[in-house]
């Protein structure tokens, strides 16, 4: 079982930034890839950035530009930059890991933009 702690989030005004993190219990290098998800007020959790063991990134269509997916292999971390935040990004955004064939989630944190 890897255990993931999100943090970061909160009420920021529109066209502020966050850095969300994503603790991970185990050493990242063993995890085939980490992501941020978001779920938005009735509408379906989205994928929002992944990256590999290897480092390699991929972000949804709709992400591209305003949102940066990073690690820090020696903290064990992924971290999500938002950039010029909108109202629209308001969500609780969640971290994943995979290993294998078992997916993990934490248990989310929450970011409101408004003003």
């Known amino acids: 079982q890897v255990q993931l702690v999100e943090s970061g989030g909160g009420l920021v005004q529109p066209g502020g930034s966050l850095r969300l993190s994503c603790a991970a219990s185990?050493?990242?290098?063993?995890?085939?890839?980490m992501g941020w998800y978001r779920r938005a007020p009735g509408k379906e959790r989205e994928l929002v950035a992944a990256?590999?063991?290897?480092?390699?990134?991929n972000y949804a269509d709709s992400m591209k530009g305003r949102f940066t997916i990073s690690r820090d292999i020696a903290k064990n971390t992924v971290y999500l930059q938002i950039d010029n935040l909108k109202p629209e990004d308001t969500a609780l955004y969640y971290c994943?890991?995979?290993?294998?064939?078992?997916?993990?989630w934490g248990q989310g944190t929450q970011v409101t933009v408004s003003s």
């Open positions: 990256i590999t063991s290897t480092g390699s990134t």
């Open positions: 185990e050493n990242i290098f063993s995890l085939n890839a």
């Open positions: 994943a890991a995979d290993r294998w064939h078992d997916r993990f």
